[in-house]
């Protein structure tokens, strides 16, 4: 398997994002704001598509707009009634703006059919660069915000008394949020960024674990399925994404087994 340089170049990909994936998915489960991650992926696929359809790399635009969306969704007013309502429409409307560039995209549609899906497979050296340079960017950006960011989480009343600003804490964590889930779609696919980004992460809160153990064993989780999922497409020939969907759900499960188990 591993004579092969594609699959050099998946293994050291799927490590990157998922060391990613899994911090920033456990701020995301803990905040309740694992829709972001789902909202964020449909988002960029409009910029994605929008990107090939011009001549641009896919991850370009993806990135750049799911980063644009993440900002704006944590501009946005937390309380309003109509917020929901607001970002059901976004969402919408990038989708069908994704749709319509699909529609002229008849020269990319198995570039198209990468980004809904996912290709692992097809990580080049250039872009394996760009995806360890986002990682460490989104890393560094974590380990920065992470304790006031904790704080926040856990206790915001107290958190804004102490002087730490909400908003804008708010808005660096869903562009922190983007920035993973552009990494994370080019492994499972726009419609499965939920897998990688929030099943790890549920899978550790789950076990009651204390934030900074909790943090590393969700980045070890992540890597651990998407590593699984390359083995398992192997063997198998079933696409990569389908495995690492069916991992996170089994380890949510046993999970939640094993909670029920010691507390009874």
Known sequence: ?????????????????????????????????????????????????????????????????????????????ERTAGRDVMIGLVLSVALGLGALCLHFLTHAASAATALLFGDILGVSRT????????????????????????????????????GVRLR????????????????????????????????????????GIAPLYGLALAACLAVAEAWGGLVLSWYTDAPTSFWIALLGALGFVGACVSRRVTSA
């Open 1 to 77: 398997m591993l004579e092969y340089d594609f699959m050099r170049i998946a293994f050291v990909a799927a490590f990157w994002v998922g060391i990613v994936c899994g911090p920033v998915g456990w701020f995301l489960v803990l905040r309740g704001q694992t829709f972001a991650s789902h909202a964020l992926s449909h988002v960029g696929f409009a910029g994605a598509t929008g990107a090939l359809l011009l001549g641009f790399p896919p991850l370009a635009g993806l990135t750049s707009g799911a980063l644009l969306a993440g900002i704006l969704m944590g501009v946005a007013p």
């Open 127 to 162: 872009m394996l660069l760009w995806l360890v340079a986002l990682s460490v960017c989104c890393l560094g950006a974590l380990a920065f915000m992470g304790r006031p960011l904790l704080f926040a989480s856990l206790q915001p009343e107290l958190a804004a008394a102490k």
């Open 168 to 207: 804008v804490l708010d808005i660096a964590f869903l562009a922190l949020v983007a920035l993973a889930t552009a990494e994370c779609a080019q492994i499972t696919g726009i419609l499965l960024v939920f897998t990688l980004m929030v099943a790890p992460a549920a899978t550790v809160l789950r076990l």
